[in-house]
């Protein structure tokens, strides 16, 4: 390559970092040179705007609660600082969420609750566009819950919180978390885009849990009775019928999606 065709890709080099720079902060960093500041100013606006919009369609009760200033504020703090490791546009959420818990410096005024709470609001679209689908061919043809391996759908996430995310709103805004955690079962069928979020207690999630861990494959009255012994429960015949009834409950729902044939 000639020395004036190196010459060339510096000052095309230069020109790119300096347009990404002044995009990114144009308040700390000169626009390039020969390009008129009426189509920056487009640029500037239309790079912001669509990241700045597709955020708030994602979190809706967090751009709500912080209100219009701290918003922007954390959106363009954001927009400045992250860099991303995907181009795919439904990704940005989640890269979002990187910045939340890994890079962005607390500040003082930050609503305590505001990373469990856009994880939560997250978890609507990522399962939304989820390419998961569940293996149906080794399923039984009738569900017996307690003699065969309950399986569980990969459509469903069970999820854990310190805060209430599910209640928090203008109006409910903890300032503390909970003494026990809140379980949440986020879930869709795989013919439907509706994302269903079902609030469970600890015994069920436990239940979940090892279901979805079950290594080796127990079968539903095994799990019944592993969970009856953590608890310390004696009436173990208890814990299996209403376990039994829940198990039903939830392959109604989706969340289970039979047994495994034996």
Known sequence: MSAS??????????????????????????APDNIEDRRMNIYKNLFYNNVEDFMSTTYPVLCEILGEQRWHTLIRDYFANHKAHTPLFPEMPREFLVY??????????????????????WVELALSISELTNDTSQLSEQANFLN??????NLAWLLSYTFPVHQISNDYQPEQPDEQPTHIVASRLEDDAQISFTEVNPVIARLLQLIKENDPSLTGKQLLTQIANELGNPNINSIIDFGQQTLVELKNKGIIIGTQKQ
Not at 101 to 120: G, S, T, V
């Open 5 to 30: 065709n190196n010459q060339t890709q510096y000052d095309f080099q230069k020109m790119q970092y300096a347009f990404t720079a002044y995009i990114r902060q144009p308040d700390l960093n000169a």
């Open 100 to 121: 939340l818990e890994e890079e962005r410096q607390p500040q003082k005024n930050d609503l305590p609750f505001m990373l469990e709470l856009a994880h939560y609001e």
């Open 148 to 153: 065969e391996v309950p399986v569980l759908s």
